[in-house]
């Protein structure tokens, strides 16, 4: 079965540290890997799109990481700030459809408090 | 550009009731998703068009569910009769699918929320 799967499920940390979240897929075949982000009452944007041969990229304070092998995903962000607390969400996109259908985890709820 | 629109931003209804939501997707883009989010199941796709033709609809839930792309620039999504169970936050996205689908990055409006009684 498609699925993605992201730890934690929530995050509270305080402005200025680090942060690592995690999602692990079991999407065959795999066609690209992304992160979102989800402010409360909005829309998911776009962070990273990843495909089978990227193992790191980064945006801004955002840097993904990508281990197809172990098929393996995480999101370190840098030096947080308040406006970094949101929903987290991971989503695989399916290789063999012809929609490019995505997979969507349950997303990681990250809290930075000041 | 204004981005993907949705409206309404909220709606509440009673049960049976029909519901449209409608959405304008980004000027030149040829691709639109219509997803539902819930705190249980969260993101899911319910149909996708490709050049105002629906391409897959194997996420709507049931024949409750309708939607329809009659030009490049407007969808509608349709919920008739609408059950309680339907409440969730709707988004509309879209995004400009050059070659094979799932290497571009979709835009998604703010949502509708759905609320029925």
């Known amino acids: 079965k498609n699925q993605v799967e992201q730890s934690p499920q929530s995050l509270i940390i305080l402005e200025g540290k680090n942060c690592t979240l995690q999602c692990n897929y079991t999407v065959s075949p795999f066609s690209n890997l992304r992160w979102y982000k989800q402010d409360t009452g909005r829309g998911p944007v776009s962070l990273t799109i990843?495909?089978?041969?990227?193992n790191t990229k980064s945006n801004g304070r955002y840097t993904a990481t990508l281990d197809a092998d172990t098929k393996q995903s995480s999101l370190h962000i840098t030096a947080s700030q308040l406006s970094d607390s949101a929903s987290y969400i991971c989503v695989v996109s399916l290789g063999s459809s012809n929609t490019g259908k995505l997979i969507f985890g349950q997303g990681t709820t990250l809290q930075v408090k000041p | 550009d204004a981005g993907v629109i949705q409206s309404p931003r909220h709606e509440v209804t009673e049960m049976g009731q029909e519901v449209t939501l409608r959405c304008k997707p980004i000027?030149?883009?040829?691709?639109l998703f219509w997803y539902r989010q819930t705190m249980m199941r969260g993101l899911e796709l319910l149909i996708y068009?490709?050049?105002?033709?629906?391409?897959?609809d194997s996420g709507m839930p049931e024949d409750r569910f309708s939607a329809k792309m009659p030009n490049a620039s407007f969808s509608t999504l349709k919920i008739q009769p609408s059950e309680p169970r339907d409440s969730a936050v709707y988004f509309c996205a879209s995004s400009l699918v050059r070659g094979a689908p799932g290497q571009e990055t979709q835009y998604f409006g703010p949502g509708t929320r759905l609320l029925v009684l």
């Open positions: 068009f490709n050049n105002n033709v629906p391409i897959d």
């Open positions: 000027s030149g883009h040829n691709s």
């Open positions: 990843m495909t089978f041969s990227e």
